[in-house]
């Protein structure tokens, strides 16, 4: 009998975003493919280095101490990679060093992750790998985000799974956001004040939120003490506020906190509510608050009329210089500094 995943969460991770694989990375793109597999080889028996994703997948799979014996698991972790299963040694050891409790890898020999995401039944795909995550979102297959570097700040609590979400072009469509950008903060707080009643469509991510909303009901506490907690951290402010929770509660979704910014340093915010993972559409937000929390940046699909607006790749090149692989927290750009007002 096939296995019923539907009320099971699945995270799809890299194997490059699940640990540290920036030296092999650079082996292989500086001394070729022979040399990488070498390497891989030598070092297999090495333990890797937690990378982006790790305390993520490590609070996820955490949650399953309340299920049900017998019953399906509440959150499942696949690991994916590019590697050949040759290759890929060095991580499935890896994963059994760690204790992770991962049981399905797949290893697809240098052909593209995304047209597996949707076999193995993911809901959320993580990657460090720009082309791969762009591709699943085009693909429309699931949630999926671009990972940074693993930040430096104060690590989230090991007995909460803890995940934070801007709000517009993620959570919810890109309609407010689209009309933010043609025509101005004043005519986006307008519609969002006279439709403060309507619900707004779902975005990438509106799903995957829901799916979490329905794993808080399968713990044992009231959602008010569940131990996965959700948050919006979202520049939105008054009069374009009362939308949100508009929506929120059509959707039968109830967050615990709830942050209103107006401009403010998202990356504060982020530094005191230590979420596991955060989620936003602007490099902007994500690249400052990755220093501190673990970022995921939430591509625009390329039908997108938005897609045009978003970074170019001189500046995803700036961001990556900016904040380098082997950063401090001193390393970042200063968030004080940016156009931080927008609509989402």
């Given amino acids: 009998m096939p296995l019923d995943f539907s009320s099971t969460l699945v995270v799809g991770i890299a194997s490059t975003a699940l640990f540290d694989l920036a030296e092999a990375d650079r082996v292989f793109r ?17 333990v890797l280095t937690p990378g982006t994703a790790f305390p993520l997948a490590n609070a996820l799979l955490r949650l399953n101490r309340y299920a049900p014996d017998g019953g399906p698991p509440l959150a499942e972790v696949v690991v994916m990679s590019r590697n050949s299963p040759e290759t890929g040694v060095a991580v499935m050891n890896s994963v059994r060093a760690h ?31 720009e082309a791969d995550v762009q591709a699943v979102v085009d693909d429309r297959s699931c949630a999926a985000a671009q990972l940074y570097p693993p930040p430096g700040g104060e690590p989230p609590p090991s007995d909460q799974l803890r ?69 919006i951290v979202t520049a939105r402010n008054a009069p374009a ?27 504060r915010i982020l530094a005191a509510l230590r979420p596991h993972i955060f989620f936003d ?15 995921g940046k939430v591509p625009y699909a390329s039908s997108s009329a938005l897609h045009t607006g978003a970074p170019t790749a001189d500046r995803r090149e700036e961001a990556r210089d900016a904040v380098p692989v082997n950063r401090s927290p001193a390393d970042t750009l200063d968030e004080e500094d940016e156009p931080g007002l927008r609509g989402g």
Avoid: C
Avoid at 241 to 267: C, N, Q
């Fill in 163 to 231: 995940i934070a979400f801007d709000a517009d072009a993620v959570l919810f469509s890109d309609e407010s956001e689209l009309l933010y950008k043609q025509r101005g903060l004043k005519a986006f707080h307008e519609n969002e004040d006279s439709s403060s009643h309507i619900p707004m469509p779902e975005g990438p991510f509106a799903t995957f939120l829901k799916k979490l909303a329905q794993l808080q009901k399968r713990l044992p506490d009231p959602v008010e003490y569940s131990d996965v907690r959700l948050s």
């Fill in 99 to 129: 204790s992770l409790p991962i049981s399905r890898f797949a290893f697809t020999g240098g052909e593209p992750l995304a047209p597996f995401v949707e076999a193995f039944e993911i809901d959320l795909f993580l990657s460090r790998n």
């Fill in 281 to 295: 559409d602007q490099e902007t937000h994500t690249l400052p608050a990755s220093v501190v929390v673990a970022a």
């Fill in 241 to 267: 506020e009362t939308r949100v929770i508009t929506t929120l509660r059509a959707w039968d979704v109830y967050v615990d906190a709830a942050f209103f910014l107006g401009g403010l340093s998202k990356k």
């Fill in 30 to 46: 500086e001394e070729g493919m022979s040399a990488y597999r070498q390497h891989m080889l030598d070092k297999e028996d090495e």
